[in-house]
């Protein structure tokens, strides 16, 4: 059963940072893709970055390229997502996502296992 714990959101300031942990459990992962999505109030789920397991290959969403940061560690099983210098506008609910092959995909309907969310809200 792949379980995934998202922790680390919280209020913070327009400019700042934070880090988003993601652990995951359950299996092996080594061939997994791995994603952050995020989902303000009314809004739909869109993808912010992404990462293959296997070679730590990633992909990021236009609007956070050069500001977040997405890395894995295989002894912790664990996904971060760093998010500097941080907008107003980026509020919402970041969940983790898997799914069990080394595609990255932005569309949502592509992960099988979700987190239960981590709310992060940037004040301005």
């Not at 989902?39 to 296997?54: N, T």
């Not at 799914?99 to 309907?109: G, I, L």
Request: proline letters at 4%.
């Amino acid at each position: 059963q792949v379980q995934l714990a998202e922790s680390g959101g919280g209020l913070v300031q327009a400019g700042g940072s934070l880090r988003l942990s993601c652990a995951a459990s359950g299996r092996s992962f080594s061939g997994y893709a791995m994603a952050w999505f995020r989902q303000a109030p009314g809004k739909e789920r869109e993808f912010v970055a992404g990462i293959r397991w296997a070679d730590r290959l990633t992909y990021y969403a236009t609007p956070v390229k050069g500001r977040f940061t997405i890395s894995a560690d295989n002894a912790k099983n664990t996904v971060y997502l760093q998010m500097n210098t941080l907008k107003p506008e980026e509020t919402a609910v970041y969940y983790c996502a898997a799914r069990p092959d080394s595609n990255v995909y932005t569309a949502a309907r592509y992960y099988s296992y979700w987190g239960q969310g981590t709310p992060v809200t940037v004040s301005s």
